[in-house]
């Protein structure tokens, strides 16, 4: 049972991953049901035939993370670049199995006599055909390596740069059918809303000076609010990019403890003022192959409008929003902000493993909050759970207490979003796996989330999942 079009449909899924050598290929062959009941066309309709082929392919590897060199093409899980700053856990598979992005992540680690360390991301080469494509790469160098100097020897320099060909994207391919009780008060042969155009000739409606400008220059007058937005986001580029850099020097390597220096920092590349720091930052991880524990925090600045971990795990849901039309690179405020942002986690040996992370920066007038949290139970007492495989919960939210609450005419109430409340920047979710035969396992996964409506409500924008994993 898996969400498509939010709604809920079975689908029938064959998936197995062939290890050939260094490669890996993960077949994954997939039926869907719809509500009613009927086999759907979706995935099998090859139009373009290059769309639905890939479709049938959830990766290909070359190698794993961690090695001199790999490579994997498709479904990416978790990306980080550096400390997190510019890209943090970038993922193309938010919407999984309804959506299945072709993406491209390639790693060099440590190569050579000066350390060559090299990260590539691309989310989707699909986004391409729609005037898009978000990428990201960092180039870093051991320069000491050589020198065999102990400490100095692990320096590592690293550059970044990240960037959303037009953030407008989505917006191509936005449903644009109209609903509700619409009516022809011109005559024009096109059905449109009384009440909509009022508020489209109204001082204080959503649209921005510039969106009513071009359509009267144009002399493009819509019949609807909402087709005047959408369409005119549809036709929309607008780039955003960001240039930055990171410095690390492990102070203590050992099996039993690292502890690492660091410091990063970033500019926003486009005309809009914005940039930011973390530094100094400090991480100390105990065992670090297991990563059995770790603790760490490090001080930021802010200045204009730029937030860290702006490609962020859910960015690709983020970078547009559709009621009002808003991207996320002119959403943010222009603040001068200073605090710090701490981490930590452990592993309480076999019975529960936690973690968390918070950021809190203030300024005269404005504030950024986030905070992070995850627990599950390890597989090892998991193991001695009869008929339980997977127990996991998790919370994330950004921008605490400054998204504005709308009302339905699109203005705002004066009001901003507090610590739990909802928020298009709040999701949370948990993941229940029950095992039914030794090689079968049923999989629960819900992720919760909101977003705004045309009315300007927040509602509901879940992914619930569930499956039967089988392994032979």
């Not at 449909?9 to 062939?18: E, Q």
């Not at 191509?172 to 489209?200: C, H, K, N, P």
């Not at 009869?386 to 939210?397: D, G, R, S, T």
Request: with cysteine; proline share 4%.
């Amino acid at each position: 049972m898996v969400t498509v079009d939010d709604e809920q449909w079975t689908m029938l899924n064959f998936g197995v991953d062939i290890p050939i050598w260094k490669f890996g290929i993960f077949f994954d062959l997939e039926l869907f049901i719809d509500p009613q009941g009927k086999f759907s066309k979706k995935g099998w309709e090859f139009d373009p035939w290059y769309k639905d082929v890939f479709r049938k392919i959830r990766y290909i590897r070359f190698g794993h993370e961690g090695d001199p060199f790999f490579a994997k093409l498709g479904g990416l899980n978790s990306v980080t670049m550096g400390y997190g700053f510019v890209v943090d856990r970038f993922t193309n598979m938010l919407h999984y199995p309804d959506q299945k992005l072709l993406g491209l992540q390639m790693e060099l680690n440590d190569v050579s006599k000066i350390g060559i360390t090299f990260q590539g991301l691309i989310a989707d080469f699909y986004d391409f055909g729609n005037d898009g494509g978000v990428m990201a790469a960092r180039l870093g160098f051991k320069f000491l390596k050589a020198t065999e100097v102990p400490v100095l020897k692990d320096l590592t320099v690293a550059g970044l740069y990240a960037i959303d060909v037009n953030q407008y994207a989505p917006a191509r391919d936005w449903d644009y059918s109209l609903e509700g009780d619409w009516m022809d008060v011109d005559q024009d042969g096109i059905m449109d809303s009384a009440a909509a155009r009022t508020i489209f000739n109204t001082a204080g409606v959503p649209f921005t000076t510039d969106i009513r400008d071009s359509l009267i220059a144009a002399d493009t007058l819509y019949d609807t609010l909402i087709e005047a937005e959408d369409q005119w986001a549809s036709r929309k580029l607008r780039q955003f990019s960001i240039v930055g850099g990171d410095v690390c020097m492990p102070l203590v390597d050992t099996k039993v403890l690292r502890f690492d220096l660091y410091g990063q920092a970033a500019t926003r590349m486009d005309n809009v003022s914005g940039w930011g720091f973390g530094a100094p930052g400090v991480l100390l991880t105990f065992i670090p192959a297991r990563k059995f524990a770790w603790v760490g925090a490090e001080y930021r600045h802010v200045k204009g409008q730029f937030t860290p971990g702006y490609f962020n795990t859910y960015y690709l849901d983020e970078r547009v929003q559709r009621y009002p039309v808003r991207i996320k690179s002119e959403s943010l405020p222009d603040v001068s902000l200073n605090g710090v942002f701490g981490q930590a986690g452990v592993t309480l040996g076999p019975v529960l493993a936690v973690s968390a992370s918070y950021q809190y920066m203030a300024g005269e007038d404005e504030k950024d909050q986030r905070y992070e949290a995850l627990a599950y139970i390890p597989d090892t007492l998991l193991a001695k759970i009869p008929k339980v495989a997977k127990v996991e919960a998790f919370i994330y939210k950004t921008r605490v207490g400054s998204e504005p609450k709308y009302r339905r005419d699109g203005t705002t109430t004066g009001k901003f979003d507090g610590f739990f409340d909802k928020s298009p920047y709040l999701y949370w979710g948990f993941r229940l796996g029950f095992e039914i035969t030794p090689q079968a396992v049923l999989l629960w996964q819900t992720r919760y989330g909101y977003e705004y409506n045309a009315e300007y409500r927040l509602v509901s924008n879940n992914t619930i999942s569930v499956t039967t994993a089988i392994r032979f």
